[in-house]
């Protein structure tokens, strides 16, 4: 079953002797339950990308289209609802909210969206994120790659139809982006959650289901492991 299309997207930046084109005519599917990397170079156009597909930019041509939705059909505001029900982004810098506790930065997208937390689902979360025994401390008082967690559980608490994860280990040690990858993995198949990540680590990138690869803001190859 198919959850997201891309079909045709571009982004461009700037005007006449000054525009870039950061991606260029990028067309491509996944289905339900994939596990994908998008690698390619820095500047090569994969966190522009990761960007349009999760509805934090819009481009300049082209379709996006996830569970169904032509998502840059919406308003902005349908489009900030849209993104915070169907969408988790898992950022490098983790992007926590200091004066929020472990459990209250994992349920931010739920008090955002006014919905009630869904407690036995908050539950194996912790649990599965070993997060159990520090759901009440602040960001400050844990490691980065617990951080990383806290930030895997605030993506994937709404259950929502695609995960994409930017370098999420690229703030931390190997011990630390061992357990987040896994972590990811775990998710994709316990949860069967739809996972993209990308990343510069052609490590990580072999453990996921397909590699795409960007170069130049253009698709040069599409593999399966």
């Given at each position: 079953m198919e959850?997201?299309?891309?079909?045709?997207?571009?982004?461009?930046?700037?005007?006449?002797?000054?525009?870039?084109?950061?991606?260029?005519?990028?067309?491509?599917?996944?289905?339900?339950?994939?596990?994908?990397?998008i690698v390619?170079?820095?500047?090569?156009?994969?966190?522009?990308?990761?960007?349009?597909?999760?509805g934090v930019d819009r481009p300049t041509s082209g379709k996006v289209y996830i569970d169904g939705k032509d998502i840059y059909s919406l308003s902005n505001d349908n489009l900030a609802i849209f993104r915070r029900r169907q969408i988790g982004i898992i950022y490098q810098f983790?992007?926590?909210?200091?004066?929020?506790?472990?459990?209250?930065?994992?349920?931010?997208?739920?008090?955002?969206?006014?919905?009630?937390?869904?407690?036995?689902?908050?539950?194996?979360?912790?649990?599965?994120?070993?997060?159990?025994n520090r759901a009440m401390h602040l960001p400050n008082e844990l490691s980065g790659g617990q951080q990383q967690r806290v930030s895997i559980g605030r993506a994937m608490i709404n259950n929502p139809a695609i995960i994409l994860a930017d370098e999420p280990t690229g703030n931390l040690d190997s011990k630390a982006s061992d357990e987040i990858v896994s972590l990811l993995k775990l998710s994709n198949k316990k949860y069967n959650q739809t996972v993209i990540i990308i990343t510069h680590d052609l490590e990580i990138a072999r453990q996921a289901d397909r590699v795409i690869t960007i170069e130049d803001g253009k698709i040069i190859g599409d593999e399966r492991n």
């Amino acid at each position: 079953m198919e959850i997201l299309r891309v079909q045709n997207l571009v982004k461009t930046y700037g005007k006449g002797e000054n525009k870039v084109k950061a991606v260029d005519d990028v067309s491509f599917s996944v289905e339900k339950g994939e596990l994908v990397a998008i690698v390619g170079a820095s500047g090569s156009g994969k966190s522009t990308i990761l960007h349009l597909l999760g509805g934090v930019d819009r481009p300049t041509s082209g379709k996006v289209y996830i569970d169904g939705k032509d998502i840059y059909s919406l308003s902005n505001d349908n489009l900030a609802i849209f993104r915070r029900r169907q969408i988790g982004i898992i950022y490098q810098f983790y992007n926590l909210i200091p004066i929020l506790n472990v459990q209250e930065n994992i349920t931010l997208p739920c008090d955002l969206d006014g919905q009630n937390v869904d407690k036995e689902r908050l539950s194996n979360l912790l649990k599965t994120l070993g997060l159990e025994n520090r759901a009440m401390h602040l960001p400050n008082e844990l490691s980065g790659g617990q951080q990383q967690r806290v930030s895997i559980g605030r993506a994937m608490i709404n259950n929502p139809a695609i995960i994409l994860a930017d370098e999420p280990t690229g703030n931390l040690d190997s011990k630390a982006s061992d357990e987040i990858v896994s972590l990811l993995k775990l998710s994709n198949k316990k949860y069967n959650q739809t996972v993209i990540i990308i990343t510069h680590d052609l490590e990580i990138a072999r453990q996921a289901d397909r590699v795409i690869t960007i170069e130049d803001g253009k698709i040069i190859g599409d593999e399966r492991n």
